[in-house]
């Protein structure tokens, strides 16, 4: 068995399942969920429930306090069926998506949980093509190591 794995899973399930937890803030779908080494997990984009918008809004469960912040200023673009990757210092890049017109992203992000204040940043458009609903991968042996597949 792969404690590595289960172990995440344990966690999430407690902050999901804990009384006071409640719901996220922004009811959203199509966003990202990325658990950080602290055992927080980071809520990224996706489109709300109301009126079917993209958002920008990034949120954090704070499994210390068991509820959950949202970060002032949010993403640069709102965006919906991006990835977010946890980097190996812990930042998370945030790529692709779906801008509000459903048009594919190639623009990056880095979201940095370990900031004070906590917050993302745009890197501008890095990918060579645009894409959305995709999948990214933190390679972690070889001489490609630490670079998102």
Request: hydrophobic share 40%; charged share 10%; net charge neutral.
């Amino acid at each position: 068995m792969n404690f590595r794995k289960v172990i995440p899973l344990c966690l999430t399930a407690l902050a999901a399942f804990a009384s006071a937890a409640g719901a996220a803030m922004t009811a959203r779908h199509s966003h990202t969920s990325t658990l950080l080494p602290d055992g927080n997990f980071l809520i990224i984009g996706g489109v709300t429930n109301s009126a079917n918008a993209v958002t920008d809004v990034v949120e954090m469960y704070n499994m210390t306090t068991n509820a959950y912040e949202t970060w002032a200023g949010g993403l640069s673009v709102a965006r919906s069926s991006h990835t977010a990757t946890l980097m190996s210092d812990g930042r998370v890049l945030v790529a692709g998506g779906f801008d509000a017109s459903g048009t594919p992203m190639s623009s990056l992000e880095i979201c940095y949980p370990n900031n004070t204040p906590k917050s993302c940043s745009s890197i501008g458009a890095v990918l060579t093509t645009p894409r959305g609903g995709h999948t990214a991968t933190l390679l972690s042996k070889g001489p490609y190591s630490g670079q998102v597949l």
